[in-house]
Protein backbone atom coordinates (compact mmCIF):
# COMPACT_ATOMS: atom_id res chain seq x y z
CA UNK A 1 0.00 0.00 0.00
CA UNK A 2 0.80 3.55 -0.81
CA UNK A 3 -0.56 6.88 0.14
CA UNK A 4 -1.32 9.38 -2.77
CA UNK A 5 0.09 13.49 -1.72
CA UNK A 6 -3.85 13.72 -1.34
CA UNK A 7 -4.25 11.41 1.44
CA UNK A 8 -1.47 12.95 3.18
CA UNK A 9 -2.89 16.58 3.03
CA UNK A 10 -6.00 14.94 4.24
CA UNK A 11 -4.31 13.38 7.04
CA UNK A 12 -2.15 16.83 7.66
CA UNK A 13 -5.83 18.53 7.66
CA UNK A 14 -7.04 15.85 10.18
CA UNK A 15 -4.06 16.10 12.48
CA UNK A 16 -4.51 20.24 12.46
CA UNK A 17 -0.51 20.16 11.07
CA UNK A 18 -0.10 22.15 8.01
CA UNK A 19 2.47 21.42 5.47
CA UNK A 20 3.55 22.61 2.36
CA UNK A 21 3.77 20.67 -1.14
CA UNK A 22 7.64 20.01 -0.50
CA UNK A 23 6.78 18.76 2.95
CA UNK A 24 4.14 16.95 1.87
CA UNK A 25 6.38 14.86 -0.67
CA UNK A 26 8.75 14.35 1.57
CA UNK A 27 6.33 12.80 4.36
CA UNK A 28 4.72 10.53 1.38
CA UNK A 29 7.94 8.91 1.67
CA UNK A 30 8.08 8.41 5.17
CA UNK A 31 4.95 7.05 5.27
CA UNK A 32 5.42 4.97 2.79
CA UNK A 33 8.56 3.60 4.60
CA UNK A 34 6.24 2.80 7.70
CA UNK A 35 4.11 1.15 5.40
CA UNK A 36 6.74 -0.85 4.64
CA UNK A 37 7.33 -2.35 7.82
CA UNK A 38 4.21 -2.69 8.29
CA UNK A 39 3.23 -4.92 5.58
CA UNK A 40 6.13 -6.73 6.34
CA UNK A 41 4.53 -7.07 9.95
CA UNK A 42 0.92 -7.85 8.45
CA UNK A 43 2.89 -11.07 6.48
CA UNK A 44 3.25 -12.94 9.79
CA UNK A 45 0.47 -15.61 10.43
CA UNK A 46 -1.40 -14.16 13.46
CA UNK A 47 -4.28 -16.49 13.37
CA UNK A 48 -5.43 -17.43 16.81
CA UNK A 49 -3.52 -14.85 18.49
CA UNK A 50 -5.52 -12.58 20.85
CA UNK A 51 -5.42 -8.88 19.67
CA UNK A 52 -3.40 -6.81 21.91
CA UNK A 53 -5.10 -3.50 23.70
CA UNK A 54 -1.79 -2.70 25.77
CA UNK A 55 1.82 -3.79 25.88
CA UNK A 56 1.36 -4.58 29.88
CA UNK A 57 -0.68 -7.74 31.44
CA UNK A 58 -2.93 -6.25 33.61
CA UNK A 59 -6.31 -4.56 33.31
CA UNK A 60 -7.35 -1.45 34.65
CA UNK A 61 -7.60 -0.20 38.39
CA UNK A 62 -10.16 1.22 39.53
CA UNK A 63 -11.03 4.69 41.74
CA UNK A 64 -14.10 4.85 43.98
CA UNK A 65 -16.72 7.85 42.97
CA UNK A 66 -15.56 10.36 45.31
CA UNK A 67 -15.08 13.98 44.79
CA UNK A 68 -11.67 14.64 45.27
CA UNK A 69 -10.19 17.56 43.34
CA UNK A 70 -10.91 20.97 44.48
CA UNK A 71 -12.12 23.97 42.41
CA UNK A 72 -9.10 25.32 40.79
CA UNK A 73 -10.40 28.08 38.54
CA UNK A 74 -8.46 30.77 39.43
CA UNK A 75 -5.50 28.85 38.58
CA UNK A 76 -6.43 27.53 35.67
CA UNK A 77 -8.04 30.43 34.01
CA UNK A 78 -4.61 32.70 35.60
CA UNK A 79 -2.36 31.07 32.73
CA UNK A 80 -5.42 30.83 29.86
CA UNK A 81 -4.83 33.43 26.68
CA UNK A 82 -8.24 35.24 27.70
CA UNK A 83 -11.28 34.48 29.94
CA UNK A 84 -14.35 36.20 30.71
CA UNK A 85 -16.96 35.56 33.38
CA UNK A 86 -15.04 32.18 34.43
CA UNK A 87 -15.27 31.40 30.46
CA UNK A 88 -12.17 30.27 28.72
CA UNK A 89 -12.54 32.33 25.34
CA UNK A 90 -11.72 30.98 22.31
CA UNK A 91 -12.22 32.05 18.61
CA UNK A 92 -15.65 31.75 17.62
CA UNK A 93 -16.75 28.21 17.02
CA UNK A 94 -19.91 27.28 15.16
CA UNK A 95 -20.94 24.44 13.18
CA UNK B 1 -45.72 4.00 -3.61
CA UNK B 2 -45.87 2.71 0.11
CA UNK B 3 -43.18 3.72 1.99
CA UNK B 4 -41.74 1.97 5.11
CA UNK B 5 -39.68 4.27 7.86
CA UNK B 6 -36.52 2.82 9.20
CA UNK B 7 -35.60 4.10 12.70
CA UNK B 8 -32.49 3.35 15.30
CA UNK B 9 -31.65 5.58 17.91
CA UNK B 10 -28.45 6.34 19.98
CA UNK B 11 -29.05 7.47 23.24
CA UNK B 12 -26.51 9.19 25.40
CA UNK B 13 -27.27 9.16 29.27
CA UNK B 14 -25.23 10.74 32.21
CA UNK B 15 -24.44 8.45 34.96
CA UNK B 16 -25.40 8.93 38.47
CA UNK B 17 -21.97 9.63 39.76
CA UNK B 18 -21.04 12.46 41.80
CA UNK B 19 -17.30 12.51 40.42
CA UNK B 20 -15.98 12.23 36.75
CA UNK B 21 -15.53 8.79 34.77
CA UNK B 22 -11.67 9.39 34.23
CA UNK B 23 -11.55 12.61 37.46
CA UNK B 24 -11.90 13.32 41.06
CA UNK B 25 -13.87 16.29 40.26
CA UNK B 26 -17.42 17.07 40.83
CA UNK B 27 -20.63 16.39 38.03
CA UNK B 28 -23.12 18.27 39.63
CA UNK B 29 -25.21 20.40 37.42
CA UNK B 30 -25.62 24.20 37.25
CA UNK B 31 -22.71 24.73 39.14
CA UNK B 32 -20.40 28.23 38.25
CA UNK B 33 -18.69 27.48 34.89
CA UNK B 34 -14.99 25.99 35.18
CA UNK B 35 -15.22 25.20 38.64
CA UNK B 36 -15.55 22.05 38.17
CA UNK B 37 -12.95 21.15 36.11
CA UNK B 38 -10.14 19.40 37.08
CA UNK B 39 -6.86 19.19 34.91
CA UNK B 40 -7.45 16.02 33.83
CA UNK B 41 -10.64 17.25 32.52
CA UNK B 42 -8.17 20.01 31.50
CA UNK B 43 -5.99 18.07 29.81
CA UNK B 44 -3.11 19.63 31.27
CA UNK B 45 0.04 17.92 30.16
CA UNK B 46 1.31 14.92 32.21
CA UNK B 47 -2.47 13.98 33.77
CA UNK B 48 -3.37 10.58 33.55
CA UNK B 49 -6.85 8.86 33.35
CA UNK B 50 -8.85 6.86 36.58
CA UNK B 51 -11.53 5.01 35.81
CA UNK B 52 -14.20 5.22 37.98
CA UNK B 53 -15.65 2.28 39.40
CA UNK B 54 -19.36 3.27 39.94
CA UNK B 55 -19.23 4.00 36.33
CA UNK B 56 -18.66 0.73 34.93
CA UNK B 57 -21.02 -0.37 38.32
CA UNK B 58 -24.00 1.76 36.38
CA UNK B 59 -22.96 -0.02 32.52
CA UNK B 60 -22.99 -3.75 34.31
CA UNK B 61 -26.56 -2.85 35.66
CA UNK B 62 -28.00 -1.72 32.39
CA UNK B 63 -26.48 -4.48 30.76
CA UNK B 64 -28.36 -6.97 33.01
CA UNK B 65 -31.02 -5.15 33.00
CA UNK B 66 -31.28 -5.15 29.15
CA UNK B 67 -30.37 -9.04 28.74
CA UNK B 68 -27.06 -8.23 27.18
CA UNK B 69 -23.12 -9.60 27.10
CA UNK B 70 -21.45 -7.70 29.84
CA UNK B 71 -17.81 -8.13 28.62
CA UNK B 72 -15.52 -10.35 30.72
CA UNK B 73 -12.92 -7.74 29.18
CA UNK B 74 -13.58 -4.12 27.05
CA UNK B 75 -11.06 -1.44 25.57
CA UNK B 76 -11.19 2.19 25.95
CA UNK B 77 -10.15 3.88 22.70
CA UNK B 78 -9.95 7.55 21.76
CA UNK B 79 -12.46 8.98 19.31
CA UNK B 80 -10.09 11.78 17.69
CA UNK B 81 -11.27 15.54 16.17
CA UNK B 82 -10.90 18.74 17.07
CA UNK B 83 -13.30 21.22 18.97
CA UNK B 84 -12.74 23.54 21.32
CA UNK B 85 -15.19 21.38 24.23
CA UNK B 86 -12.55 18.83 24.09
CA UNK B 87 -9.67 19.79 25.67
CA UNK B 88 -7.47 16.57 25.02
CA UNK B 89 -8.23 16.80 21.25
CA UNK B 90 -9.88 13.05 21.61
CA UNK B 91 -12.64 11.55 23.56
CA UNK B 92 -12.29 8.38 25.23
CA UNK B 93 -15.14 6.46 24.31
CA UNK B 94 -15.52 2.28 23.83
CA UNK B 95 -15.22 1.05 19.97
CA UNK B 96 -14.53 -2.55 18.87
CA UNK B 97 -14.95 -3.91 22.86
CA UNK B 98 -17.63 -2.09 24.17
CA UNK B 99 -18.56 -2.82 27.91
CA UNK B 100 -22.10 -4.22 26.81
CA UNK B 101 -22.96 -5.95 23.66
CA UNK B 102 -26.26 -6.83 22.34
CA UNK B 103 -29.82 -7.47 24.61
CA UNK B 104 -33.22 -6.00 24.14
CA UNK B 105 -35.85 -3.88 25.21
CA UNK B 106 -39.59 -4.77 25.32
CA UNK B 107 -42.08 -1.43 24.40
CA UNK B 108 -45.27 -1.00 24.90
CA UNK B 109 -46.27 1.13 21.38
CA UNK B 110 -49.60 3.43 21.70
CA UNK B 111 -52.43 2.78 24.12
CA UNK B 112 -56.08 0.98 24.16
CA UNK B 113 -57.00 -1.76 21.67
CA UNK B 114 -54.20 -0.48 18.99
CA UNK B 115 -51.63 -1.23 21.52
CA UNK B 116 -49.34 -3.93 21.05
CA UNK B 117 -45.78 -4.97 22.13
CA UNK B 118 -42.75 -4.42 20.06
CA UNK B 119 -39.34 -5.64 21.08
CA UNK B 120 -36.47 -3.41 19.79
CA UNK B 121 -33.19 -5.13 19.88
CA UNK B 122 -29.85 -2.87 21.25
CA UNK B 123 -26.57 -3.14 19.53
CA UNK B 124 -24.28 -2.08 22.56
CA UNK B 125 -23.50 0.06 25.18
CA UNK B 126 -20.47 1.81 25.61
CA UNK B 127 -18.98 4.08 28.51
CA UNK B 128 -17.06 7.53 27.46
CA UNK B 129 -16.64 10.66 28.63
CA UNK B 130 -19.35 14.31 27.79
CA UNK B 131 -17.85 17.08 25.95
CA UNK B 132 -17.85 20.41 27.57
CA UNK B 133 -20.26 23.25 26.30
CA UNK B 134 -19.41 25.91 24.04
CA UNK B 135 -21.28 29.15 24.50
CA UNK B 136 -21.82 31.73 21.25
CA UNK B 137 -23.50 34.47 23.26
CA UNK B 138 -21.44 37.48 22.30
CA UNK B 139 -18.13 37.51 23.94
CA UNK B 140 -16.76 40.27 21.53
CA UNK B 141 -16.49 37.86 18.49
CA UNK B 142 -15.50 34.74 20.49
CA UNK B 143 -16.78 31.82 22.26
CA UNK B 144 -16.87 31.24 25.13
CA UNK B 145 -16.19 27.90 26.98
CA UNK B 146 -17.36 25.62 30.31
CA UNK B 147 -15.83 22.47 30.50
CA UNK B 148 -17.44 21.41 33.70
CA UNK B 149 -19.26 18.69 31.66
CA UNK B 150 -16.10 17.60 30.49
CA UNK B 151 -15.92 13.87 31.64
CA UNK B 152 -18.95 13.79 32.99
CA UNK B 153 -19.69 9.79 32.35
CA UNK B 154 -22.20 8.76 29.67
CA UNK B 155 -23.33 5.67 28.59
CA UNK B 156 -23.79 5.79 25.07
CA UNK B 157 -26.86 3.00 24.42
CA UNK B 158 -27.14 2.20 20.47
CA UNK B 159 -30.35 0.64 19.46
CA UNK B 160 -30.74 -1.62 15.79
CA UNK B 161 -32.74 -0.07 12.88
CA UNK B 162 -35.56 -2.24 14.41
CA UNK B 163 -38.32 0.74 14.47
CA UNK B 164 -41.42 1.62 12.12
CA UNK B 165 -42.70 5.07 13.00
CA UNK B 166 -42.28 7.81 15.14
CA UNK B 167 -44.68 6.53 17.70
CA UNK B 168 -42.08 3.08 17.96
CA UNK B 169 -39.35 5.23 18.31
CA UNK B 170 -41.48 7.26 21.04
CA UNK B 171 -42.03 4.28 22.89
CA UNK B 172 -38.40 3.25 22.79
CA UNK B 173 -37.01 6.41 24.47
CA UNK B 174 -39.59 6.30 26.44
CA UNK B 175 -39.20 2.45 28.37
CA UNK B 176 -35.19 3.33 27.85
CA UNK B 177 -35.78 6.77 29.78
CA UNK B 178 -38.43 4.56 32.47
CA UNK B 179 -35.48 2.23 32.57
CA UNK B 180 -32.09 4.03 33.46
CA UNK B 181 -34.01 5.40 36.00
CA UNK B 182 -35.54 2.34 37.30
CA UNK B 183 -32.27 1.08 37.85
CA UNK B 184 -30.94 4.19 39.36
CA UNK B 185 -28.32 4.90 36.58
CA UNK B 186 -29.62 8.52 35.18
CA UNK B 187 -31.53 10.96 36.92
CA UNK B 188 -33.17 11.03 33.46
CA UNK B 189 -33.49 14.92 33.35
CA UNK B 190 -34.21 15.53 29.95
CA UNK B 191 -33.63 19.41 30.29
CA UNK B 192 -30.45 19.50 31.95
CA UNK B 193 -28.99 16.96 28.90
CA UNK B 194 -28.71 14.09 31.34
CA UNK B 195 -30.83 12.40 28.66
CA UNK B 196 -30.31 13.07 25.37
CA UNK B 197 -31.42 10.94 21.82
CA UNK B 198 -29.79 10.83 18.24
CA UNK B 199 -32.22 9.07 15.67
CA UNK B 200 -31.28 7.92 12.67
CA UNK B 201 -33.58 7.79 9.78
CA UNK B 202 -34.68 6.33 6.61
CA UNK B 203 -37.13 5.41 4.01
CA UNK B 204 -37.66 2.36 1.42
CA UNK B 205 -40.44 1.24 -0.24
CA UNK B 206 -42.53 -1.64 1.55
CA UNK B 207 -41.60 -5.04 0.71
CA UNK B 208 -37.50 -3.45 -0.09
CA UNK B 209 -35.26 -5.83 1.99
CA UNK B 210 -32.14 -3.17 1.68
CA UNK B 211 -32.44 -0.29 3.82
CA UNK B 212 -32.41 3.57 2.25
CA UNK B 213 -30.05 5.85 2.73
CA UNK B 214 -30.05 7.51 6.37
CA UNK B 215 -30.19 10.87 7.56
CA UNK B 216 -29.03 11.37 11.40
CA UNK B 217 -31.08 14.03 14.07
CA UNK B 218 -28.89 14.94 16.83
CA UNK B 219 -29.61 15.88 20.02
CA UNK B 220 -33.14 15.61 20.73
CA UNK B 221 -34.17 16.40 24.59
CA UNK B 222 -37.75 15.88 24.40
CA UNK B 223 -39.94 13.48 23.76
CA UNK B 224 -42.27 15.63 21.72
CA UNK B 225 -39.04 17.14 19.74
CA UNK B 226 -38.43 13.39 18.68
CA UNK B 227 -41.82 12.37 17.41
CA UNK B 228 -42.05 15.68 15.64
CA UNK B 229 -38.21 15.55 13.89
CA UNK B 230 -38.74 11.81 12.64
CA UNK B 231 -42.26 12.54 11.07
CA UNK B 232 -41.28 16.06 9.21
CA UNK B 233 -37.74 14.18 8.45
CA UNK B 234 -39.97 11.19 6.66
CA UNK B 235 -42.06 13.14 4.92
CA UNK B 236 -38.97 15.12 3.72
CA UNK B 237 -37.21 12.20 2.71
CA UNK B 238 -40.29 10.96 0.85
CA UNK B 239 -41.02 13.93 -1.08
CA UNK B 240 -37.61 14.27 -2.26
CA UNK B 241 -37.62 10.55 -3.66
CA UNK B 242 -40.77 11.49 -4.93
CA UNK B 243 -39.67 13.82 -6.51
CA UNK B 244 -36.75 12.31 -8.14
CA UNK B 245 -33.88 13.50 -5.92
CA UNK B 246 -31.97 10.90 -3.88
CA UNK B 247 -31.04 10.91 0.12
CA UNK B 248 -27.68 11.86 1.08
CA UNK B 249 -26.15 10.69 4.06
CA UNK B 250 -26.15 13.48 6.50
CA UNK B 251 -26.46 15.20 9.93
CA UNK B 252 -29.34 17.32 10.65
CA UNK B 253 -30.10 19.19 13.25
CA UNK B 254 -34.12 19.84 14.83
CA UNK B 255 -35.06 23.28 15.01
CA UNK B 256 -38.20 23.25 17.37
CA UNK B 257 -39.56 26.50 17.03
CA UNK B 258 -40.19 26.28 12.89
CA UNK B 259 -40.75 22.45 13.04
CA UNK B 260 -37.67 21.54 10.32
CA UNK B 261 -34.83 19.60 10.27
CA UNK B 262 -31.63 20.99 8.50
CA UNK B 263 -28.31 19.98 7.71
CA UNK B 264 -25.71 20.49 9.58
CA UNK B 265 -22.80 18.32 7.86
CA UNK B 266 -22.69 16.25 4.56
CA UNK B 267 -21.30 13.27 4.14
CA UNK B 268 -17.91 14.54 2.69
CA UNK B 269 -17.67 16.56 5.87
CA UNK B 270 -18.35 13.63 7.86
CA UNK B 271 -15.78 13.01 10.97
CA UNK B 272 -12.97 10.76 10.33
CA UNK B 273 -12.36 9.39 14.40
CA UNK B 274 -9.61 7.23 13.61
CA UNK B 275 -10.27 5.40 16.66
CA UNK B 276 -7.40 3.38 18.66
CA UNK B 277 -6.61 1.66 21.86
CA UNK B 278 -5.92 4.38 24.34
CA UNK B 279 -2.35 3.66 25.87
CA UNK B 280 -3.46 5.71 29.02
CA UNK B 281 -6.07 2.83 30.24
CA UNK B 282 -5.56 -0.67 30.68
CA UNK B 283 -7.98 -3.25 29.37
CA UNK B 284 -11.26 -3.22 31.67
CA UNK B 285 -11.80 -6.76 33.30
CA UNK B 286 -14.88 -7.51 35.19
CA UNK B 287 -15.13 -10.97 36.41
CA UNK B 288 -18.04 -13.39 37.23
CA UNK B 289 -18.07 -12.06 41.25
CA UNK B 290 -18.42 -8.51 39.91
CA UNK B 291 -21.67 -9.55 37.95
CA UNK B 292 -22.68 -11.30 40.09
CA UNK B 293 -22.79 -8.81 43.22
CA UNK B 294 -24.76 -6.39 40.73
CA UNK B 295 -27.39 -8.98 39.88
CA UNK B 296 -28.11 -9.63 42.86
CA UNK B 297 -28.71 -5.70 43.96
CA UNK B 298 -30.82 -5.24 40.70
CA UNK B 299 -34.80 -4.26 41.94
CA UNK B 300 -37.17 -6.52 39.95
CA UNK B 301 -37.42 -4.46 36.71
CA UNK B 302 -39.84 -3.09 34.94
CA UNK B 303 -40.98 -5.95 32.55
CA UNK B 304 -40.81 -8.82 35.46
CA UNK B 305 -43.25 -6.53 37.34
CA UNK B 306 -45.30 -5.69 33.69
CA UNK B 307 -45.79 -9.33 33.59
CA UNK B 308 -46.94 -9.82 37.12
CA UNK B 309 -48.82 -7.41 37.55
CA UNK B 310 -50.86 -8.90 34.08
CA UNK B 311 -50.44 -12.47 35.55
CA UNK B 312 -51.23 -12.42 39.72
CA UNK B 313 -53.35 -9.12 39.64
CA UNK B 314 -55.06 -9.65 36.18
CA UNK B 315 -54.48 -6.41 34.42
CA UNK B 316 -54.33 -5.16 31.21
CA UNK B 317 -50.85 -4.95 29.14
CA UNK B 318 -51.82 -1.36 28.89
CA UNK B 319 -52.22 -0.64 32.96
CA UNK B 320 -49.32 -3.04 33.48
CA UNK B 321 -47.22 -0.59 32.00
CA UNK B 322 -48.85 2.62 32.74
CA UNK B 323 -47.81 1.50 36.66
CA UNK B 324 -44.62 0.62 35.77
CA UNK B 325 -43.75 3.65 34.10
CA UNK B 326 -41.32 4.16 37.61
CA UNK B 327 -40.39 2.39 40.68
CA UNK B 328 -42.33 5.38 42.67
CA UNK B 329 -45.88 4.78 40.66
CA UNK B 330 -45.30 0.88 41.28
CA UNK B 331 -44.55 1.19 44.88
CA UNK B 332 -47.18 3.35 44.85
CA UNK B 333 -50.15 0.96 43.41
CA UNK B 334 -48.55 -1.72 44.89
CA UNK B 335 -48.54 -0.49 48.36
CA UNK B 336 -52.48 0.74 47.78
CA UNK B 337 -53.49 -3.42 46.78
CA UNK B 338 -51.95 -4.61 49.58
CA UNK B 339 -54.53 -2.68 51.60
CA UNK B 340 -57.41 -2.54 49.42
CA UNK B 341 -56.72 -6.56 48.85
CA UNK B 342 -55.50 -8.35 45.34
CA UNK B 343 -59.16 -8.08 44.26
CA UNK B 344 -59.36 -5.01 43.70
CA UNK B 345 -56.31 -4.65 41.54
CA UNK B 346 -57.84 -3.14 39.28
CA UNK B 347 -59.87 -0.58 41.19
CA UNK B 348 -56.27 0.00 42.42
CA UNK B 349 -55.19 0.43 38.82
CA UNK B 350 -57.71 3.09 38.10
CA UNK B 351 -57.71 5.15 40.63
CA UNK B 352 -53.67 5.39 40.82
CA UNK B 353 -53.66 6.02 36.95
CA UNK B 354 -56.94 8.20 36.20
CA UNK B 355 -57.96 10.13 39.83
CA UNK B 356 -54.86 10.34 41.86
CA UNK B 357 -52.64 11.41 38.25
CA UNK B 358 -55.13 13.47 37.09
CA UNK B 359 -54.78 15.49 41.04
CA UNK B 360 -51.03 15.31 40.91
CA UNK B 361 -51.33 16.46 37.45
CA UNK B 362 -53.15 19.44 38.38
CA UNK B 363 -51.03 20.47 40.94
CA UNK B 364 -47.36 19.29 39.49
CA UNK B 365 -46.92 17.11 42.03
CA UNK B 366 -44.74 14.24 42.14
CA UNK B 367 -46.40 11.03 43.62
CA UNK B 368 -43.71 10.58 45.65
CA UNK B 369 -45.18 14.01 47.52
CA UNK B 370 -48.56 12.84 47.33
CA UNK B 371 -51.09 13.91 50.10
CA UNK B 372 -53.08 10.82 50.29
CA UNK B 373 -51.01 7.79 51.25
CA UNK B 374 -51.30 4.39 49.36
CA UNK B 375 -52.59 2.90 53.05
CA UNK B 376 -55.69 5.58 52.57
CA UNK B 377 -56.66 4.90 49.16
CA UNK B 378 -56.62 1.56 49.73
CA UNK B 379 -59.18 2.27 52.71
CA UNK B 380 -60.97 4.23 50.91
CA UNK B 381 -61.15 1.34 48.03
CA UNK B 382 -61.97 -1.10 50.24
CA UNK B 383 -65.33 0.79 50.96
CA UNK B 384 -66.51 1.13 47.34
CA UNK B 385 -66.11 -3.06 47.38
CA UNK B 386 -67.94 -3.35 50.08
CA UNK B 387 -70.79 -0.92 49.18
CA UNK B 388 -70.60 1.63 52.03
CA UNK B 389 -69.28 4.40 48.81
CA UNK B 390 -70.69 4.77 45.64
CA UNK B 391 -68.00 5.84 43.39
CA UNK B 392 -68.93 9.48 42.90
CA UNK B 393 -68.89 10.02 46.80
CA UNK B 394 -65.82 7.93 46.98
CA UNK B 395 -64.43 11.23 44.49
CA UNK B 396 -66.10 13.35 47.45
CA UNK B 397 -64.10 10.97 50.24
CA UNK B 398 -60.51 11.13 48.09
CA UNK B 399 -60.71 14.81 47.85
CA UNK B 400 -61.59 15.03 51.05
CA UNK B 401 -58.35 12.79 52.27
CA UNK B 402 -56.14 15.19 49.89
CA UNK B 403 -57.20 17.92 51.57
CA UNK B 404 -55.95 16.79 54.78
CA UNK B 405 -60.10 16.64 56.14
CA UNK B 406 -59.50 13.48 58.13
CA UNK B 407 -56.88 10.54 58.77
CA UNK B 408 -58.87 7.49 56.76
CA UNK B 409 -61.32 7.18 54.50
CA UNK B 410 -63.62 6.03 57.52
CA UNK B 411 -62.97 9.29 59.91
CA UNK B 412 -64.12 11.08 56.61
CA UNK B 413 -67.21 8.58 55.72
CA UNK B 414 -68.07 9.01 59.64
CA UNK B 415 -67.33 12.52 60.16
CA UNK B 416 -69.29 13.92 56.96
CA UNK B 417 -72.15 11.73 57.05
CA UNK B 418 -71.15 10.17 53.77
CA UNK B 419 -72.20 6.68 54.26
CA UNK B 420 -74.06 4.90 51.05
CA UNK B 421 -77.96 4.10 51.38
CA UNK B 422 -78.59 0.51 50.99
CA UNK B 423 -81.04 -0.02 52.81
CA UNK B 424 -83.64 -1.09 50.20
CA UNK B 425 -86.49 -0.18 52.79
CA UNK B 426 -85.27 3.97 52.99
CA UNK B 427 -84.65 3.99 49.07
CA UNK B 428 -88.03 2.23 48.40
CA UNK B 429 -89.60 5.36 50.29
CA UNK B 430 -87.25 7.74 47.94
CA UNK B 431 -88.19 5.79 44.85
CA UNK B 432 -92.07 6.29 45.72
CA UNK B 433 -91.29 9.83 46.71
CA UNK B 434 -89.94 10.78 43.34
CA UNK B 435 -92.76 9.04 40.96
CA UNK B 436 -95.22 10.74 42.70
CA UNK B 437 -93.73 14.29 42.63
CA UNK B 438 -92.80 13.53 38.45
CA UNK B 439 -96.11 12.05 36.72
CA UNK B 440 -94.59 13.59 33.36
CA UNK B 441 -91.28 12.01 33.45
CA UNK B 442 -93.18 8.45 34.68
CA UNK B 443 -95.94 9.15 31.59
CA UNK B 444 -92.46 9.80 29.02
CA UNK B 445 -90.72 6.67 30.05
CA UNK B 446 -93.81 4.60 29.74
CA UNK B 447 -94.34 5.90 26.32
CA UNK B 448 -91.11 4.70 24.90
CA UNK B 449 -88.73 7.50 25.87
CA UNK B 450 -85.83 5.68 27.68
CA UNK B 451 -83.91 9.42 28.61
CA UNK B 452 -87.26 10.09 31.18
CA UNK B 453 -85.67 7.37 32.41
CA UNK B 454 -82.52 8.59 33.89
CA UNK B 455 -84.22 11.41 35.02
CA UNK B 456 -86.11 9.78 37.17
CA UNK B 457 -82.89 8.24 38.63
CA UNK B 458 -81.00 11.65 38.84
CA UNK B 459 -84.43 12.87 40.93
CA UNK B 460 -83.96 9.66 43.39
CA UNK B 461 -79.93 10.04 43.96
CA UNK B 462 -80.94 13.88 43.87
CA UNK B 463 -83.40 13.52 47.07
CA UNK B 464 -81.07 10.51 48.74
CA UNK B 465 -78.28 13.79 48.36
CA UNK B 466 -76.39 11.21 46.07
CA UNK B 467 -75.50 8.49 48.53
CA UNK B 468 -78.24 5.80 47.72
CA UNK B 469 -77.07 2.71 45.63
CA UNK B 470 -77.41 3.55 42.42
CA UNK B 471 -77.67 -0.03 41.33
CA UNK B 472 -80.34 -0.28 44.04
CA UNK B 473 -82.00 2.70 43.11
CA UNK B 474 -82.10 1.48 39.13
CA UNK B 475 -83.08 -2.11 40.00
CA UNK B 476 -86.35 -0.65 42.08
CA UNK B 477 -87.04 1.94 39.48
CA UNK B 478 -87.19 -0.55 37.01
CA UNK B 479 -89.42 -2.82 39.12
CA UNK B 480 -91.91 0.03 40.19
CA UNK B 481 -92.51 1.57 36.36
CA UNK B 482 -92.76 -2.33 35.30
CA UNK B 483 -95.11 -3.10 37.62
Known amino acids: ?95 | MKWEVVIGIETHAQLATVSKIFSGAATAFGAEPNTQASVVDLALPGVLPVLNRKAVDCAIRFGLAVGAKVAEKSVFARKNYFYPDLPKGYQISQFELPVVQGGGLTVQVGGGDAAYEKTIRLTRAHLEEDAGKSLHEDFHGKSGIDLNRAGTPLLEIVSEPDMRSSDEAVAYARALHGLVRWIGICDGNMQEGSFRCDANVSVRPVGQAAFGTRREIKNLNSFRFLKEAIDYEVQWQINEIEEGRAIAQATVLFDPDRGETRMMRSKEDAHDYRYFPDPDLLPLVIGADWLERVRGELPELPQQKRERFQRELGLSAYDAATLTASQEVAAYFEATVAVAGAAQAKPCANWVMVDLAARLNKEGRDIANAPVQPAQLGGLIQRIADNTLSNNIAKKVFEALWNGEGATADAVIEQQGLRQITDSGAIEALVDEVLAANPGNVAEFRAGKEKAFNALVGQVMKAAKGKANPQQVNALLKKKLAG
Open chain 1, 1 to 95: MSLTLEQVQKIARLARIEISETEAGTTRDHLNGIFQLIEQMQAVDTRGVEPMAHAQEQSQRLRDDIVSEPDCRAACLAIAPETEAGLYLVPKVIE
